[in-house]
Structure formats: C-alpha cells, structure tokens
C-alpha cells in the first residue's frame, strides 16, 4: 500500500483513533450490503421499506421474518483480517473506538472492546412496546409471526435502528465525542447516505482529523477526505496497520 510520508507520521503519532465502518466492512464475512441486491425472497423488497417501525405495524410476520433470515446469514459470517487488524490496532494507541453502522456484531467477535453500535445489534431483541430487552430465548412464533413479549404480549422485534426512529443517545453522543477527538478516523465500506451517522467522518475532518477512507468505490466524501484508497476492508485494513508499524 503507498502510503505518503506525512500521513504514515500522522498516523504513527496518533493517540485517538475512530475506526468508522458500514456494510462494507462485512462484505467479504458474507453479509450482504445494503447496495447488494436482496437475494431470493427479498429480491422485491428494499431494506428502507422493511427497516421501518411502519413496516412491522403493518405487516409484522413480514419484517420477522426478513430478520430471521438476516440473522441466519449473520450467524454464518465469521470476522474477517480487517475486523482483527482494528482489534490489534486498538491495542496499540490509548484511545480507540469503533462507531459502528453494521448490526452483526462482528466486530465484537473478532476482539474489539470498545465498540458503538450507532444503529443496534440484530442478535437483541426487545418488546415492541416497552422496548426493554427481552432476554428469554424467544421461540419462533407460530407460522412465523413475531414471539410475543413476556412481560406485555406485545410484538417482539429486534433492537436496531428503523428509518425514522432515533440513534440510541449514549452511543450517538460518544460517537460525537470520539469525532471531535480524533487524531485519525478511518472510514470503512460506508456509502455515507445514511444520515446522522454519515456526518460522524466530516465531523472529526472540520476539526483537523486525518480522515481515510477504505471503500472499492467513491463516495460522497471521497474528494473531502485526507486520503482515500480505492479497494476492500479485509485486505487493504492489515497493510494500513502494518504500513503505520
Ligand atoms: C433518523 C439498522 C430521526 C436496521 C439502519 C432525507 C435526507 C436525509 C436524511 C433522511 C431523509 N429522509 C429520511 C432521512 C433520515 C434517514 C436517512 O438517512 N435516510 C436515507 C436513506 C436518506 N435516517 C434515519 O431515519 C435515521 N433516524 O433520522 O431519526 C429522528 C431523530 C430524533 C427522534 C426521532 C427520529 C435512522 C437511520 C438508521 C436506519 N437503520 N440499519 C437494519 O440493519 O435492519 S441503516 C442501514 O443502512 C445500515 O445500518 C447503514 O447505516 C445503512 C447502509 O449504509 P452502509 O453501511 O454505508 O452500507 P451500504 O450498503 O449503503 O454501502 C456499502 C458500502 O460498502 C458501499 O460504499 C460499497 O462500495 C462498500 N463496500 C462494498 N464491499 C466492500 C466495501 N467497502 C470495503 N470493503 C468491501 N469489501
């Protein structure tokens, strides 16, 4: 990877890292992005129609069910070298964070501790009404609807963000602060169209953050950034932590 002089220093020095990722960084663990095309079944729906609290209102079984088969693609994908190049980089500056977009899980999987899960995590789920976690395993519901709530009986659905609902307060506010902070924040397979997260790379830019982006394609960012470098996560992310020594 040719790395510019003054950018490798950058990076050397840096104290306070953000590793920012999206879809893009589980795309080679097998998890489909948001772009890909929906395969088989869901070939004729569009994620922002299902990712949606109308969605699950209306046609609850439906949503359920595009989940379970998320999850069963999630619970086949494995963390891949880039995943495990942001657990041992965390391990070598004094403060580094992922802010995450993806809710799979894998980074955690692959050993990174301090992990912001800006939109959820599809392995929780919580009542529909209450919202509090429900914690006992939850037995496919009969012909495939959503189980319903121990406590209440209302629908239980899985805890991540739904277009038009808001970002969990803790996580979006150290995401803020871990922006405002950074030395360096790396941007990883995100289209950056997904707002207010897709603001968390132009916030540590404006104050003076290198900003590298990671990403096969441009993005709406591409010319802002520091350095962007055309190509996929899992291989482009070691020699990105080796290059920096
Ligand atoms: C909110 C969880 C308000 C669910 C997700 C009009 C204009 C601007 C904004 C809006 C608007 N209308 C509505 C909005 C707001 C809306 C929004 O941004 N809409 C967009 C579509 C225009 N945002 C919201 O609704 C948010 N909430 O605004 O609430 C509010 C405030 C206060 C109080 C109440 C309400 C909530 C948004 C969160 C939605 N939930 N996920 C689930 O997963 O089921 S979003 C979901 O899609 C992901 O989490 C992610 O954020 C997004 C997909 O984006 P990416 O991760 O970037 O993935 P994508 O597929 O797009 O791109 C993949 C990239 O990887 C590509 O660039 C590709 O080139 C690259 N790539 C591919 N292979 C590789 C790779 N890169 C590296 N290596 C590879 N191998």
């Known amino acids: 990877m040719e790395l510019d002089e003054e950018i490798r220093e950058r990076l050397r020095r840096a104290r306070s890292v953000v590793a920012f990722t999206g879809a893009g960084m589980s795309a080679e663990s097998g998890v489909p992005t948001f772009r890909d095309a929906q395969t088989g079944l869901w070939q004729r729906y569009d994620p922002a129609d299902l990712a949606t609290p109308e969605a699950f209102e209306r046609d609850p079984g439906l949503v359920w069910r595009w989940y379970s088969w998320r999850r069963e693609r999630v619970a086949a994908a494995a963390p891949h070298a880039g995943h495990r190049a942001l657990a041992e980089w965390e391990q070598r500056v004094p403060a580094f964070v992922v802010a995450t977009q993806n809710v799979d899980g894998l980074h955690q999987q692959a050993g990174s501790g301090r992990v912001l899960e800006l939109h959820g995590n599809i392995h929780r789920n919580i009542c529909s009404a ?105 291989e482009l992310l070691p020699q990105l932590l080796a290059a920096v020594g």
């Open 130 to 234: 209450e919202r509090g976690v429900v914690t006992e395993p939850v037995p496919a519901g009969a012909d495939d609807q959503p189980p319903r709530c121990p406590q209440c009986a209302a629908p239980v659905r899985p805890d991540v963000v739904w277009f038009g609902e808001a970002l969990p307060e803790q996580a979006w506010q150290a995401a803020i602060r871990a922006a405002g902070e950074a030395d360096v924040l790396l941007s990883i397979g995100t289209s950056g169209l997904v707002q207010p997260a897709a603001s968390i790379p132009l916030m540590a830019l404006e104050q003076g953050a290198a900003v590298i982006e990671i990403n096969p394609e441009p993005t709406p960012i591409t010319e802002r950034v520091t350095v962007s470098f055309r190509g996929p996560a899992a």
